[in-house]
């Protein structure tokens, strides 16, 4: 099974500040899928950034990027230019190309302050 | 909106009970999948239904029950109700087929589910 770890449980930033979020991932597939997903107060989930991992490029979203290390099976979210409405929990999630379950860690709550 | 619905949006019942929590997934996603977010457990995948059949199970409880209709819409049946089931319930569709792959998942806003 695939376990995803998020070692940060809380982070603060300032506005304006960037911010980097921790993930790593422990699978024996070669081919398979991560994402960052953002859930705020309102307990909504949002999808905030999708990387393939066949893909070498990090993906970017906006202020939001990835560093992918396959190698060292790490996936980490950096935000730049933090936002107050960036405060929210964010959870890393992997998922098998076969497109079944989301594999979530235990999430990072993440505090912007003024 | 991620164009997932979700019904209803507050559930409170009693112990022993039965509920039925409703999902209808956005336009053209054949997948449909439910997930558990308890404060003990987190962000857990129950079950995923695809253009109708059950494609995947994970930690589901017997007492617990899924569907996906002809219309795509799915429900989630939980019975016997016990205590620890309170959680909120979210829903999440996809595009997927063995063609293409798999695709991100999109959430509905989730049943908050509590049992007193």
């Known amino acids: 099974a695939q376990t995803v770890t998020q070692s940060q449980p809380e982070m603060s930033v300032q506005e304006a500040e960037t911010v980097t979020l921790s993930c790593t991932y422990d699978t024996s597939e070669n081919n398979y899928y991560l994402f960052w997903y953002k859930q705020p107060p309102s307990r909504q989930m949002i999808l905030v950034i999708r990387q393939e991992a066949y893909k070498q490029q990090n993906a970017t979203e906006n202020r939001f990027s990835v560093n992918f290390q396959k190698a060292a099976k790490s996936f980490s979210l950096k935000i730049s230019d933090s936002q107050l409405g960036d405060t929210a929990m964010y959870f890393c999630a992997f998922m098998k190309p076969s497109g079944d379950a989301l594999n979530f860690g235990k999430g990072t709550s993440l505090l912007v302050t003024p | 909106d991620s164009g997932v619905t979700q019904t209803p949006k507050h559930l409170i019942t009693a112990t022993g009970q039965r509920v039925t929590l409703r999902c209808s997934p956005r336009?053209?996603?054949?997948?449909v999948y439910w997930y558990q977010q308890s404060l003990d457990q987190g962000l857990q995948f129950l079950i995923q239904?695809?253009?109708?059949?059950?494609?995947a199970k994970g930690n589901i409880l017997e007492r617990f029950s899924a569907q996906q209709f002809p219309d795509l819409h799915s429900e989630l049946n939980l019975s016997s109700l016990e205590l620890g089931d309170s959680a909120l319930y979210f829903c999440?569709?996809?595009?997927?087929?063995?063609?293409?792959?798999?695709?991100?998942?999109?959430f509905g806003p989730g049943t908050r589910l509590t049992v007193t």
């Open positions: 239904y695809y253009n109708g059949e059950e494609r």
């Open positions: 336009s053209g996603d054949l997948s």
């Open positions: 999440a569709s996809s595009v997927v087929s063995v063609a293409v792959g798999a695709y991100e998942q999109y």
